[in-house]
């Protein structure tokens, strides 16, 4: 984890601080060019560089307690489809949409609690 050991979820009303989750994440950036192939095979890629760049967050929160599992899925609920402010573990924030969540709660043992997301957005 980065200097701030927590990520921030925040909708513009309700803010959702979760401390030292654990994570399994992928990151993956999402740039959109142009591919386009002639008739005589010439193949023409074209990008933009004032085109947004959106960056995909596939991650699991491991080890969240019960109150603070609810709590996210709540938000999940809440705020599926609307972009809300993101703030990761390195102290970026986000514009992000919460697109789905891929099992809702995992429980594993006491207060150890897994929840998947996945969040497409781009830097603040």
């Known amino acids: 984890l ?40 010439t193949l023409t890629i074209f990008r933009d560089s004032d085109w947004p760049q959106k960056k995909i967050f596939k991650f699991s929160l491991e080890g969240l307690k019960e109150t603070e599992a609810s709590d996210l899925l709540a938000f999940v609920k809440t705020n599926l489809g609307i972009e809300v402010l993101f703030t990761d573990y390195e102290n970026r924030q ?28 781009e830097e603040a």
Do not use: M
């Not at 979820?9 to 591919?35: E, K």
């Not at 949409?97 to 969040?119: A, C, G, M, Y």
């Open 2 to 41: 980065g200097t701030r050991g927590y990520i921030t979820f925040y909708d513009g009303a309700t803010t959702l601080d979760l401390r030292n989750p654990r994570f399994q994440n992928l990151d993956v950036l999402d740039q959109q060019r142009l591919i386009q192939y002639s008739r005589g095979g």
């Open 94 to 121: 986000w514009n992000v949409f919460i697109l789905e969540t891929t099992q809702p709660i995992s429980k594993r043992h006491e207060n150890d609690n897994l929840i998947s997301l996945v969040l497409i957005g």
